[in-house]
């Protein structure tokens, strides 16, 4: 079965700009979760969907949005783009949300900001 | 808030040594996940602990976890170059709702021949 899915792998944006990255889970896994990891620090929970409601949130600013599709797949948007959001973005999927439910996570997407 | 800390964040081994990562988190939680990090790739399930007492082993990687003390251990045994990666352990504080994991910062560990 394929993993965690994740599109685009790299992408440069400048300051000011809007960006939008992908995430298919898990085949039948229907919660979706997405984590901003600068260089040289773990991850940062930025939200969590499940059954496409939002079920968390970290924090973020309101710059930072996200939506879980009828197919569970997702999307993390970032408008207003700052130097600060260079990161590399992770999904993780899990069965359901909460719980003891192991997180897989994909292969990420590095955003460069310039 | 939750707070995850891990030491060492920087550990260089030798080849065939012994060693002990910690994680120490400052709530409650019952529910304790360690990952692998390779250089520029995602994050690779390692351990999945879920109560008082569990201890799991996969080769020369074994994790315990004690909640009453708060604290987690990943003990590397004879340690080998392919272990060299930076570990994580996250905490899962949601009580059943939706806050995502709490990493620590990592511990990048160079295993050397």
């Known amino acids: 079965d394929a993993g965690v899915t994740q599109s685009p792998t790299h992408l440069i944006k400048t300051r000011g700009q809007h960006v939008t990255l992908r995430c298919s889970p898990i085949s039948g896994h229907k919660s979706v979760s997405w984590y901003q990891q600068v260089l040289g620090q773990g991850p940062q929970f930025i939200f969590q969907y499940y059954e496409k409601e939002e079920r968390g949130r970290g924090n973020f600013p309101d710059r930072f949005s996200a939506r879980q599709f009828p197919n569970y797949s997702s999307e993390l948007n970032v408008n207003a783009l700052l130097l600060g959001d260079s990161a590399l973005y992770l999904c993780?999927?899990?069965?359901?949300?909460?719980?003891?439910?192991?997180?897989?996570f994909g292969p990420g997407t590095r955003l460069t900001v310039t | 808030e939750l707070k995850v800390e891990q030491n060492p964040l920087f550990l260089s081994m030798q080849e065939g040594k012994n060693y002990t990562i910690y994680c120490n988190y400052s709530t409650t939680s019952d529910r304790l996940y360690w990952y692998r990090q390779d250089p520029g790739k995602s994050l690779e399930s390692l351990f999945v602990?879920?109560?008082?007492?569990a201890v799991k082993q996969e080769g020369r990687l074994m994790a315990s976890l004690d909640t009453k003390a708060r604290l987690s251990t990943l003990h590397i045994t004879a340690a080998v170059h392919d272990l060299s990666a930076t570990y994580f352990c996250?905490?899962?504080?949601?009580?059943?709702?939706?806050?995502?994991?709490?990493f620590g910062k990592g511990t990048h560990l160079i295993i050397q021949p």
């Open positions: 993780a999927s899990s069965l359901v949300a909460g719980g003891s439910y192991e997180q897989y």
């Open positions: 602990l879920l109560s008082n007492g």
């Open positions: 996250a905490v899962d504080d949601s009580g059943g709702g939706a806050d995502g994991l709490t």
